[in-house]
DNA sequence: TACACGTGGCA
DNA sequence: TTGCCAAGTGT
């Protein structure tokens, strides 16, 4: 027989506790600027960077973004280079293809305005339960959960819920939970304090219980347990990928990229050429071996490793070789390659891996 | 279900 | 220095 994960749910004061948290977001609630209007396109680009990214970091994109995409209609009518050279720095790419997907969608089935029931938002592409349950409640007043990790880990806390939070499964729980307590008055205030709250007050390690506004109603305090909760399981450890990519100038000192495939990682943002290798031959000959049979071009390589470039992504670590060597640029044409100055590689969205291998191979030649 | 999918910050 | 993230979604 399973224990019951909710059994502590009657002993909340469901009023007081809707109260407290909200007349606390309201005093407490950070100057952002998603927060200053509730356009549904604006709460949705805002919840997109904010996937798996921090409030400092999403910041300035969020500011630049809308000034270069003002209204829905703007992203969906927008060239995707551009869309994702605006999303350059941010990682996980696939949001912003997917948010400009989604936008065209609306454009053009719904007229440009962002639906408003559960059914018609959830079927946009990059649009999960957490999103759907944000622009619903945050834009459109409407009482439905917005599940994220701050929600999971506040109400582990409160509602003494020792489940792994890293296991999908979990969030069902936890939306059932926000439904059982979520304000009718005012849903977006309540989901919204959550999150502040995890981000200011319940923080993973060491939270600030005695400056919370929900102390007296968390069960992990009252026990003592606060610091043991949530339970996360760990991720497993990130593979490591020996890499050797290329820096070729052409006779009139133009630099050659490629676009990347629009599946995967990086998917459609440019890079030098690159693959990776066998650790057991040489790097820069299996390279030129490498240019020749995936590109179809002879490219002549300077000898010895320009620099050494370590990049840590989430799941893979890159330890890249870096050459630099020249092609000739009638030898480009009908290939995936192109040439491009100096000055309009700014143009181009690049991964920072490769913004690191331009500006180190640009140091060293120069 | 588990894993792919980025990045910069921090203990 | 190394792990562990931080307002998740797609497959």
């Not at 999403?58 to 829905?72: A, G, M, Q, S």
């Not at 007043?141 to 917005?146: I, L, R």
């Not at 709250?197 to 968390?218: D, F, N, W």
């Not at 069960?219 to 339970?231: R, S, T, W």
Request: aromatic share 10%; charged share 30%; net charge negative.
């Amino acid at each position: 027989m399973k224990e019951e994960p909710l059994k502590h749910i009657e002993t909340i004061d469901r009023e007081e506790f809707q109260e407290d948290l909200i007349s606390w977001f309201s005093r407490e609630q950070r100057d952002l600027p998603w927060r200053k209007d509730r356009d549904p396109y604006k709460v949705w680009v805002s919840e997109i960077m904010l996937q798996q990214t921090r409030v400092d970091t999403v910041i300035p994109y969020f500011n630049r973004f809308l000034e270069k995409f003002p209204t829905l209609d703007a992203l969906a009518l927008a060239d995707e280079d551009e869309v994702l050279k605006a999303w350059e720095g941010l990682g996980y790419y696939s949001r912003v293809r997917n948010l400009q997907s989604a936008v065209k969608e609306v454009h053009e089935k719904y007229e440009g305005i962002v639906p408003d029931t559960p059914k018609e938002i959830s079927s946009l592409k990059g649009v999960g339960p957490y999103t759907a349950g944000a622009i619903l409640s945050i834009a459109y007043g409407k009482p439905e959960p917005a599940v994220d990790g701050n929600v999971m880990r506040v109400f582990s806390r409160i509602l003494s819920i020792w489940l792994d939070i890293a296991k999908p499964a979990s969030r069902k729980v936890f939306e059932e939970a926000v439904r059982a307590l979520i304000s009718k008055q005012n849903p977006s205030y309540f989901n919204q304090a959550l999150m502040e709250l995890g981000a200011l007050i319940c923080t993973p390690t060491s939270p600030s219980c005695l400056l919370c506004p929900v102390r007296e109603h968390c069960q992990a305090f009252n026990e003592g347990v606060q610091k043991e909760l949530p339970i996360k399981s760990k991720k497993k450890a990130a593979r490591k990928m020996n890499m050797a990519a290329a820096v070729l100038f052409t006779e009139d000192n133009r630099v050659v990229i490629h676009k990347r495939p629009g599946t995967g990682l990086l998917a459609n943002l440019w890079e030098f050429p690159n693959f990776e290798v066998g650790t057991s031959r040489s790097g820069r000959k299996q390279l030129g071996e490498f240019l020749e049979a995936e590109y179809g071009v002879a490219a002549s390589l300077k000898a010895g490793v320009i620099t050494r470039i370590q990049h840590v992504f989430s799941h893979i670590i890159w330890d890249i070789e870096v050459y630099a060597g020249s092609v000739e640029s009638t030898t480009l044409k009908d290939t995936e390659l192109i040439a491009v100055s100096e000055e309009e590689l700014e143009r181009f969205a690049f991964p920072v891996s490769h913004q690191k291998i331009w500006k180190e191979t640009s140091e060293v030649i120069k």
